[in-house]
T-cell receptor, first 113, second 115 residues
Framework: AQSVSQHNHHVILSEAASLELGCNYS??????LFWYVQYPGQHLQLLLK??????LVKGIKGFEAEFIKSKFSFNLRKPSVQWSDTAEYFC???????????FGKGNQVVVIP | DVKVTQSSRYLVKRTGEKVFLECVQD?????MFWYRQDPGLGLRLIYF???????EKGDIPEGYSVSREKKERFSLILESASTNQTSMYLC??????????????FGPGTRLTVT
């Protein structure tokens, strides 16, 4: 079964700092990749997704992610975080054509004003 | 605007009770999912359904069952609730995309406490 690894479950950083969250998956074939975000008290919502084309994907709120196929990675980045980016972030992977997502364990990110 | 709704935000039940969690989506999606979310464990798939009356086990189906009698509605049933089923339950739906882009839309969650 495929698995998704997210490291550094708890991340604390100051406003304006840069953020990078790692995501590695174990599936060897073609995959679709997602980052979801859950702000405190809110629904899980899509931040960005990759299915093909340019491996650098831009999402909402200034986030981007880079797909590196050789490293089985899909890392999330934001150059300068804000207090409002405090949330839990989940990486998810599905094989192409499959409707089932495998989620990582999440990164709890706290941004200190 | 896409919408997935869940019947309750908070629920408290006693051990041994039968519990029903309801989920409704208004996007005409074929696929519907039930997850549980626990701190440090992420989202784990309990069951999913890709069509009316169809269901498949996820990663942690033990102690749960599901029902999908209508396309828009997917129910999760705890036949005999236990304290280790205290958790946040999330429902999601997605379309059956032939291109493989299967973005899931999530409901607000039901926080279930079993005492």
């Amino acid at each position: 079964a495929q698995s998704v690894s997210q490291h550094n479950h708890h991340v604390i950083l100051s406003e304006a700092a840069s953020l990078e969250l790692g995501c590695n998956y174990s599936y060897g074939g073609t995959v679709n990749l997602f980052w979801y975000v859950q702000y405190p008290g809110q629904h899980l919502q899509l931040l960005l997704k990759y299915f093909s084309g340019d491996p650098l994907v831009k999402g909402i709120k200034g986030f981007e992610a880079e797909f590196i196929k050789s490293k089985f990675s899909f890392n999330l980045r934001k150059p300068s975080v804000q207090w409002s980016d405090t949330a839990e972030y989940f990486c998810a992977v599905t094989p192409y054509g499959n409707n089932r997502l495998a989620f990582g364990k999440g990164n709890q990110v706290v941004v200190i004003p | 605007d896409v919408k997935v709704t869940q019947s309750s935000r908070y629920l408290v039940k006693r051990t041994g009770e039968k519990v029903f969690l309801e989920c409704v989506q208004d996007m005409d999606h074929e696929n519907m999912f039930w997850y549980r979310q626990d701190p440090g464990l992420g989202l784990r798939l309990i069951y999913f359904s890709y069509d009316v009356k169809m269901k498949e086990k996820g990663d942690i189906p033990e102690g749960y069952s599901v029902s999908r009698e209508k396309k828009e509605r997917f129910s999760l049933i705890l036949e005999s609730a236990s304290t280790n089923q205290t958790s946040m339950y999330l429902c999601a739906s997605s379309f059956f995309g032939t291109s493989g882009i299967n973005e899931q839309y999530f409901g607000p969650g039901t926080r279930l406490t079993v005492t």
